[in-house]
C-alpha cells in the first residue's frame, strides 16, 4: 500500500507539474496576443476608441492624434460632440434616435457607419468615416461604443474633383451641358407650379473657325475662357450661365417674360464680346449670336425651350450675326 501511495502522490505531483507548465504556456500566449492586439492597436493609421453611455471617450488610440491633432490624454473624458461640426452632430442624433426605437423594442443593433466632418485640434475640419458598434451588458442594457475612425479628407477631395469634372466645364469653370439640363429642368417644375415666366438664351460665338485657324486651337480656347467671363458679367447674378459645347453658351433668365427685358442682357452680351479681346500680343473681335426662348410662351418642356433658343440663334447667325432674336418673331 505504501508503495502505491507513493507512486499516486509522484503520479499526481505530475500531473500538478504539467497543469501548471500548460496554465504557464497559457499565460505566455495570452501575452503575446495581448501584445500582438495592443501593437495592431497602437500602429493602425485608423483611429480606435471606446464611448460610454453618454458619448465620452473612455480610450482612444495614437493613431487619434494623427487624424484630428489632440494627444491622448486630451481625448478622455471629451463628449463626442465637441469634436463634430453642428451638421454632423446632427446626422449622428439622427442616427441614434433611430436605433433607440429598435432598443425600445428590445432589439439589439449592430454596427453603423457615418460619413462625419470632426473639427482638429488647429481649428479646420477634417471628413473621416467612423464604424460603430454598441456594447450591451446580458440584460440588454446599452454600456457605451467601440469604433474605429478613418480619415477620407484626401478621398473626399477627389470625389469633389469628379464631382466637378461631371458638372462644370473644365475650360471655362461654369456649368456644362448636364448641369445647365438639370437646372432648366428644375426651373421648368418650379413655374408650372408657380404660373411663372422666364427666359432662355443660346449664344453661338461668330467666326471661331477662323480664329482657330489663323491662331491655333490654345488661343481659341483662351477666348472661350474670355467670352465666359463676359457672358457672367452681361447677366444677373440670379441668371444660370452654362457652356454647352465648343462655343455655344447658354442661359436661364428667373422672372423674365418678355423680349425687351430679355433685350436689354442680350445686347449687353453681345456688345461686351464685341470688344477687342486681347491674348498675349495677339488682339482680335468676335461677335456672337444669341437665340432666345420663353417659357411658357414658346415652350414648357426642357429640350423644346433648348431647341427653340437654337432655332433662334442660327436666324440672328444668318442675319449677319452680332444680333439677337426671340423665338417666333
Known sequence: MATDDRTRG??????????????????????????????????????IWRLDDQFRFVYVSSATQNILGFQNDEMVGRHLFSILTPESIDVVKRGYANRQLLQAQNQNWRSSTYTVEAIHKAGHSVWVEVAVNPIFDENNRLLGYNGVTRDISERRKNDEVIRQYAFRDPLTNLPNRRQFEDALERAVRQNKQLDGQFAVIFLDIDGLKRVNDQYGHVFGDAL???VAIRMRRAVRKMDFVARLAGDEFMAI???????????????????????????????????VSVGVSFFPTDADDVQTLMNHADQAMYRAKESGGSAYICYGQ
Not at 261 to 287: D, F, H, N, T
Open 253 to 287: 433668365l428667373p422672372e423674365l417674360g418678355d423680349d425687351s427685358a430679355v433685350g436689354l442682357i442680350a445686347a449687353r452680351m453681345i456688345e461686351s464680346c464685341r470688344q477687342p479681346i486681347v491674348i498675349g500680343r495677339k488682339k482680335v473681335r468676335i461677335g
Open 10 to 47: 509522484s503520479s499526481e505531483i505530475d500531473e500538478l507539474k504539467k497543469t501548471i507548465e500548460e496554465l504557464r504556456r497559457d499565460k505566455e500566449q495570452l501575452q503575446k496576443s495581448e501584445e500582438m492586439y495592443r501593437l495592431f492597436i497602437e500602429n493602425s493609421m485608423d483611429a
Open 224 to 226: 472661350l475662357k474670355v
